[in-house]
């Protein structure tokens, strides 16, 4: 793998989000609204060996996301629990800087500040999302297992019950 974290090879299927694609994520999305549309937050890339869904495989994928914010909120992927919630899955820095924000099902958040070479465990029932905090791409891997899924609903119904903001060039979480 190439220290910028592409990935090569079949089967390699690509995603992105924009800026239009994320309602609803951000605190203010009056201000989400005002901006470019189009503008790409962040891009996954994923190796599939096996089908998703099936029991005993493991999928791969690098996620890039780009530096900025809407207001004081750092851009940061949407976030989801597993469909199969007893699921866990490893993420780690390859490059720039960055935040895991972390949820259990009691809604009790914290974040792990993420680097390369950082490596963090995602435990089973709890719900995920990286936020970039740096003024460069952010870059991290994670490694799942096949039939975990994702369960975007949750999260789209009901948020986490923090954000990670920007108070003073610093990040903190707050809660909400």
Same mark, same amino acid.
């Given at each position: 793998? $190439? ?7 079949? $089967? @390699? ?11 609803? @994520? ?14 790409? #937050? =962040? ?6 060996? #096996? &089908?998703?869904?099936? %029991?005993?495989?493991? *999928?791969?994928? /690098?996620?890039?996301? %780009?530096?900025?914010? @809407?207001?004081?909120? =750092? ?7 597993? &469909? ?5 899955? =490893?993420?780690?820095?390859?490059? +720039?800087?960055?935040?895991? @924000? ?13 680097? $390369? +070479? ?11 999302? #990286?936020?970039?905090?740096? !003024?460069?791409?952010? #870059? ?9 899924? !994702?369960? =975007?609903? &949750? /999260? ?14 610093? $990040?903190? *979480? /707050?809660?909400?």
């Amino acid at each position: 793998m $190439p220290a910028d974290g592409a990935l090569t090879g079949n $089967p @390699i299927i690509e995603s992105q989000k924009t800026i239009g694609q994320l309602k609803d @994520i951000f605190l203010d999305e009056e201000a989400r609204r005002q901006m470019d549309q189009n503008k790409t #937050v =962040y891009t996954v890339r994923a190796f599939l060996p #096996v &089908e998703p869904g099936t %029991e005993g495989g493991l *999928l791969f994928g /690098i996620t890039a996301i %780009e530096p900025g914010a @809407i207001n004081e909120e =750092y851009f940061m992927t949407q976030g989801h629990f597993h &469909e199969v919630s007893n699921r866990a899955e =490893y993420y780690w820095g390859i490059k +720039g800087e960055g935040a895991l @924000i972390l949820m259990d099902q009691e809604r009790n958040c914290h974040a792990e500040f993420m680097h $390369p +070479g950082s490596l963090h465990y995602i435990p089973a029932h709890t719900a995920h999302r #990286v936020a970039n905090t740096g !003024h460069t791409q952010l #870059v991290f891997g994670a490694c799942w297992p096949s039939d975990a899924g !994702h369960n =975007y609903e &949750e /999260i789209k119904k009901n948020g986490f019950s923090c954000r990670l903001l920007n108070k003073n060039g610093k $990040p903190q *979480l /707050i809660k909400i």
